[in-house]
């Protein structure tokens, strides 16, 4: 499931989810550490962060990890401040050379990817802008970059 985030001029977040169907492909190797809701994972902590100007809007992606569910890792996506404008956003987390888990309906946090140590966990989104016709003008991709887990 891919979860499309929209961000309306008055701040509140409206959400959209979408059916996704993914190419198969060789599953990293802690698979089952994968597509769980990190709300249920306890604590966790964030240790790496990336702001983003989105059109005049700063937002914020964090790539987080918790040991709750076994050793996970997620995105986190959060509007922190600037312009008055409505967005639309895709936000996505994967280990290199893994599918990727998009957002959880309902949330600013992706599902779950693998975060056993030694493994990179990477996230990042798209963002459109939407004129007041309700028109999305794609922005561009944000690259929030990846940490490895210790």
């Known amino acids: 499931m891919r979860t499309r985030t929209a961000i309306t001029r008055s701040g509140t977040l409206a959400v959209a989810s ?3 169907v993914l190419a198969g492909g060789a599953a ?46 997620w995105g986190r996506l959060t509007r922190i401040g600037g312009a ?14 893994g599918p990727s ?3 959880v309906p309902g949330t600013n ?3 779950t990817v693998d975060a056993n140590p030694g493994v990179q966990v990477c996230a990042g989104f798209h963002a459109s802008s939407i004129d007041w016709l309700g028109n999305q003008h794609y922005i561009g991709w944000f690259y929030a970059g990846c940490y490895t887990a210790p």
């Open 84 to 97: 008055s404008t409505s967005l639309a956003l895709t936000q996505s987390a994967w280990n290199p050379g």
């Open 28 to 73: 990293p190797a802690h698979a089952g550490t994968a597509g769980v809701d990190p709300a249920g994972c306890g604590t966790g902590g964030t240790p790496k962060y990336t702001d983003f100007n989105v059109g005049g809007v700063t937002m914020r992606e964090e790539l987080r990890y918790a040991s709750g569910c076994g050793r996970v890792g």
């Open 109 to 111: 946090w992706t599902y």
């Open 18 to 20: 979408l059916a996704l």
């Open 101 to 103: 888990q998009y957002g």
